[in-house]
């Protein structure tokens, strides 16, 4: 067997290993899809005829699904980081040290396996904001677009988790640091559009990574324009990818040499 064929073989085992935890303890993943759900219905039943007056939409739900669309994508991260740390804290590596295993197996495991799960909550809240009154117009073709970009970007934010569940000491600190991420797209335009904003708040909005990602789905779901942010939202999803499995691999083979 090959070098190559070898990696790929233990890394489907790891993705089954980790698929199995998850249906074994699913109170993680089920909190995962359950965060965006709330939100979702809270800022349409309770804040939606406040705010949406100002977005543009006739029902505020079209304008804010894609938001909560993608903060379930960042939903997931937390998982992955536990599960990374659990891993890392309870000896099971130096277990995995002893065999003959490939050492790319272990992250890859879980990245796989917690991509699998995120899309899953993502197409469970695409599927609560259909049931509550949301209408995309998007074609077949603007559909795949919109799988590809919310794969890409769970796929970045997941390699993103697997360095923080590395790096974090306990299973509680790894939990804390991916936080930020899932909250950082209300200081975009998930909610409401920047322009509602104070300066300050405007310029970091527009400028902040998750912002393009939401007009673009914005515009695939429901017409409105992208311009330059469909660019945009595709190369922050590479970078953001690129830089979790540099930091990954880099914390990951440090740790296992010691």
């Known amino acids: 067997m090959t070098t190559l064929a070898?990696?790929?073989?233990d890394s489907a085992t790891m993705l089954r290993r980790n698929l199995r935890h998850a249906l074994r303890y699913p109170s993680m993943t089920i909190s995962v899809a359950v965060?965006?759900?709330?939100?979702?219905?809270?800022?349409?039943?309770?804040?939606?005829?406040?705010?949406?007056?100002?977005?543009?939409?006739?029902?505020?739900?079209d304008y804010i699904a894609?938001?909560?669309?993608?903060?379930?994508?960042?939903?997931?991260?937390?998982?992955?980081?536990?599960?990374?740390?659990?891993?890392?804290?309870?000896?099971?590596?130096?277990?995995?040290?002893?065999?003959p295993i490939s050492r790319a197996s272990f992250l890859t495991g879980h990245?796989?396996?917690?991509?699998?799960?995120?899309l899953i909550s993502v197409a469970l809240v695409t599927g609560i904001a259909l049931l509550m009154g949301?209408?995309?117009?998007?074609?077949?073709?603007?559909?795949?677009?919109?799988?590809?970009?919310?794969?890409?970007?769970?796929?970045?934010l997941t390699w993103l988790a697997a360095a923080m569940g590395l790096v974090a000491k306990t299973p509680e600190t790894a939990s804390n640091m991916p936080m930020p991420l899932q909250f950082l797209p209300l200081l975009g335009s998930a909610v409401v559009?920047?322009?509602?904003?104070?300066?300050?708040?405007?310029?970091?909005?527009?400028?902040q990574p998750f912002t393009p990602?939401?007009?673009?789905?914005?515009?695939?779901?429901?017409?409105?324009?992208?311009?330059?942010?469909?660019?945009?939202?595709?190369?922050?999803?590479?970078?953001?990818?690129?830089?979790?499995?540099?930091?990954?691999?880099?914390v990951f083979n440090r740790d296992t040499t010691r």
Do not use: K
């Open 6 to 9: 070898h990696s790929v073989t």
């Open 35 to 61: 965060m965006p759900v709330l939100m979702l219905l809270l800022f349409t039943y309770v804040f939606g005829g406040a705010l949406g007056t100002g977005t543009g939409s006739e029902h505020y739900i």
């Open 66 to 99: 894609p938001g909560i669309i993608l903060m379930s994508a960042t939903a997931g991260a937390v998982a992955t980081a536990v599960g990374v740390c659990v891993d890392m804290t309870e000896g099971i590596v130096n277990r995995f040290r002893t065999m």
């Open 111 to 118: 990245v796989v396996g917690g991509v699998i799960q995120t």
């Open 134 to 156: 949301f209408r995309p117009t998007a074609t077949p073709v603007e559909w795949l677009a919109v799988g590809g970009l919310l794969t890409g970007l769970v796929l970045g």
């Open 193 to 207: 559009p920047t322009d509602s904003m104070p300066t300050g708040l405007r310029w970091f909005a527009e400028y």
């Open 213 to 250: 990602i939401i007009e673009t789905l914005r515009g695939l779901l429901m017409g409105t324009p992208i311009e330059n942010d469909g660019p945009l939202a595709f190369a922050w999803c590479a970078g953001l990818a690129l830089v979790g499995y540099l930091w990954a691999r880099s």
